[in-house]
């Protein structure tokens, strides 16, 4: 006789049944599934972070601050969502629609590229 998958009891009904009802389904889907989204949920953690401490330094869309700031602030410079190089060869990091660009001496430019907000 065939047992779910989760809680170990008797399945009655179709041969190739795995899980006695749609709560053990889930249960065990989502067990499966916890170290890949916890994963994510991480990473996007750090990316919303990111992105709420790039609009508090760049109320007005164009600004500029030091790396230590950011840093203070928690900022990873690890994560973003894209980059978008120029002709002149200067590359912008962006977290969604907001961006940063290194300029000397541990400034930064901060942006915010309105083709990404409708």
């Known amino acids: 006789m065939a047992k779910c998958l989760t809680c170990k009891s008797k399945l009655f009904g179709r041969a190739d049944k795995k899980f006695c009802d749609g709560e053990c389904r889930t249960q065990y889907h989502n067990k499966q599934n ?10 996007n953690n750090i990316l919303k972070k990111n992105r709420r401490i790039l609009i508090e330094l760049n109320p007005n869309g ?13 900022f990873n410079f690890s994560y973003f969502t894209n980059q978008y190089s120029t002709k002149a060869g200067s590359t912008y990091h962006f977290v969604y629609e907001q961006g940063y660009l290194e300029l000397a001496k541990e400034k930064y430019a901060l942006v915010v590229r309105n083709k990404y907000v409708k």
Do not use: H
């Open 34 to 43: 916890a170290f890949q989204n916890n994963f994510i949920r991480n990473i």
């Open 62 to 74: 164009k600004s500029k601050t030091d790396k230590e700031t950011l840093l203070e602030m928690g």
